[in-house]
């Protein structure tokens, strides 16, 4: 079955930096990288995904990459803010499940 | 929000009881989802549905069952709770398999002592 790998598992950048968050995935039948943002007592969320026959892909401060010959993909955080402290997960999906990683708690440092 | 309810929000129970948690939704999604949040493990898959009466395992589906009996609401039962069951749990719904994004519950808090 699916594994994914998700590192760092804790990462602190000053306010206005930049924060990179990779995954690496086994299933190379894999087509859908979703990227969810799990904020304190609540559910995660989607933030922005990603499809396999897509490189990059951006939504104003966030974007994601992908490498399908590497099975590695990542997030960027540009300009990060305050309100950019939470739990990131990242997941791939090739049939009916979704399968995460392990997360990565971000802190972004005043 | 997507209309997804899990209840109960927060138990305690005791070792060897059963446990059934409820996820409801309102959005005819086809796809329900039981995840479990642990620290350094992120969220791993529990059981899932792909329709009514139609369920697979997951990743971590030992001491735990599901079932489905309407397209609204997924259960899952622990059946004999242990404290290795101990655990935040999620439901999610998507209504399609491929390419579409899963929505999350607000989660239930499980604590068995």
């Known amino acids: 079955g699916e594994n994914v790998e998700q590192h760092p598992s804790t990462l602190s950048v000053q306010e206005g930096d930049s924060a990179v968050i990779k995954c690496t995935y086994s299933?190379?039948?894999?087509?859908?990288f979703p990227w969810y943002k799990q904020e304190l007592g609540k559910g995660p969320q989607l933030i922005i995904d990603?499809?396999?026959?897509?490189g990059e892909k951006k939504d104003q401060r966030i974007a994601v990459t992908l490498n399908k010959t590497a099975k590695h993909f990542s997030l960027h955080i540009t300009e990060t803010q305050p309100e950019d402290s939470a739990v990131y997960f990242c997941?791939?999906?090739?049939?009916?499940?979704?399968?995460f990683g392990k997360g990565t708690r971000l802190h972004i440092l005043p | 929000d997507a209309g997804i309810t899990q209840s109960p929000r927060h138990k305690v129970t005791e070792t060897g009881t059963p446990v059934t948690l409820r996820c409801h939704q309102t959005?005819?999604?086809?796809?329900m989802y039981w995840y479990r949040q642990d620290p350094g493990h992120g969220l791993r898959l529990i059981h899932y549905?792909?329709?009514?009466?139609?369920?697979d395992k997951g990743e971590v589906s030992d001491g735990y069952s599901v079932s489905r009996s309407k397209t609204e609401d997924f259960l899952l039962t622990l059946e004999s709770a242990t404290s290795s069951q101990t655990s935040v749990y999620f439901c999610?719904?998507?209504?399609?398999?491929?390419?579409?994004?899963?929505?999350f519950g607000q989660g239930t808090r499980l604590t068995v002592v």
């Open positions: 959005e005819n999604h086809r796809y």
């Open positions: 549905s792909y329709g009514v009466k139609d369920t």
């Open positions: 999610a719904i998507r209504d399609q398999w491929e390419l579409t994004e899963a929505f």
């Open positions: 997941a791939a999906s090739g049939d009916d499940k979704i399968i």
């Open positions: 299933d190379s039948a894999s087509n859908y």
């Open positions: 990603i499809r396999s026959n897509v």
